[in-house]
């Protein structure tokens, strides 16, 4: 059963329940933040769809636990390794915001968490299993969340 719901979009969802729930302690929306809520959350719909067009363009699964038949480096891969789970974790920022959910905030760093430890260290496994050094150049170049342009390994 874990099996099952062990996709990204499941936890994303448990972190958003939990966020919300936290507004019946406390909630204290405000317009501005709600403004840059939204804005979060246009960010984060953008970024994903970009990334998913990507993957449609190259012909590979976006489903994680899978072998993918290509590697993406370029358009907004570029920029992040993994843009469709930092826009995960915008989402869930841009909500906490629009709700004025003040405790959901230690949501966001223990998504990033749970994306990273089971989802992003396997899937960069793969890489390296099945694209060996162009995974590792690609790995070295660009960061696993953000691009950071400064000289040498890129470690976010």
């Given at each position: ?61 976006i489903v994680p636990h899978r072998v ?89």
């Amino acid at each position: 059963m874990l099996r099952v719901l062990d996709y990204p979009p499941i936890w994303l969802l448990a972190a958003l329940a939990l966020a919300w729930a936290s507004t019946f302690v406390w909630a204290a929306p405000g317009a501005m933040m709600v403004a840059a809520g939204w804005a979060l959350v246009a960010l984060a719909a953008a970024l994903m769809a970009i990334a998913a067009g990507r993957f449609l363009r190259h012909r590979t699964t976006i489903v994680p636990h899978r072998v993918p038949d290509a590697l993406i480096t370029d358009g907004i891969f570029a920029l992040s390794r993994n843009p469709i789970y930092l826009a995960d974790v915008i989402l869930l920022a841009g909500f906490i915001l629009i709700w004025g959910a003040h405790l959901g905030w230690p949501l966001v760093p223990a998504l990033a968490w749970v994306l990273q430890r089971r989802f992003i260290l396997p899937e960069e496994a793969r890489l390296r299993a099945a694209f060996g050094p162009q995974a590792e150049a690609y790995f070295n170049r660009t960061g696993r969340w953000v691009h950071l342009p400064q000289g040498g390994r890129n470690a976010i």
